[in-house]
């Protein structure tokens, strides 16, 4: 490949805040009765709640959040809108889904990229910057490059990376500089 452009991640093993909050979701799905060990009849009834505290928890961004829900009234809203929103996803699917996580880490082979690598992370509650566990491994990576999104009022924590406007130029240029292999320059 030419590039890699890992969005809203860190290089490293599922720890910290960002497994313990999927540990409690999980584990808030599983232990509800009507989960039952999986053998469920309908949609666990605190997989709603699970799924809307880890969100709040880890996605929307503080100045966003502050913005957004500045008094009780407006903070129950978003509270309220999200637990009406339907739930789309089978109790069973999920949870596999989110402990999947458990064993990653992206961190043991990093010296053996070669593409250019932009690493897009932002005001990030599952990933935060400021632990500077992005920075060292970026130093590991041969070409690698951060562009960290600045935290403001219209981005979301973990969910900026789903606004291209925050750093659509950026990957234009990692693109345009980017050496571009050719298929029998990639098989040697």
Do not use: C
């Amino acid at each position: 490949m030419d590039a890699l452009i890992p969005m809203a991640s860190q290089p490293t093993e599922m720890a910290s805040r960002n497994w313990m909050l999927r540990r409690i979701m999980l584990d808030t799905i599983r232990n509800d009765p009507d989960y039952n060990g999986g053998n469920y009849t309908s949609e666990p009834r605190m997989m709603k709640y699970a799924i809307t505290a880890y969100g709040i928890a880890s996605i929307g961004g503080t100045l966003a959040y502050q913005s957004q829900a500045p008094n009780a009234a407006k903070a129950d809203k978003i509270v309220d809108d999200r637990l009406a929103a339907p739930i789309t996803a089978d109790a069973n699917d999920f949870v596999y889904q989110w402990e999947s996580s458990h064993d990653y880490n992206a961190g043991e082979k990093l010296e053996a990229i070669e593409a250019s690598l932009l690493l897009n992370s932002a005001d990030d509650e599952r990933n935060p910057p400021e632990t500077g566990i992005t920075d060292a491994a970026m130093k590991r990576v041969k070409n690698g490059r951060l562009y960290l999104i600045p935290a403001s009022g219209e981005t979301r924590g973990h969910g900026t990376t789903g606004n291209a406007k925050f750093y659509s130029e950026q990957v234009r240029q990692l693109l345009e500089s980017t050496p571009q292999q050719t298929i029998e320059s990639a098989r040697r």
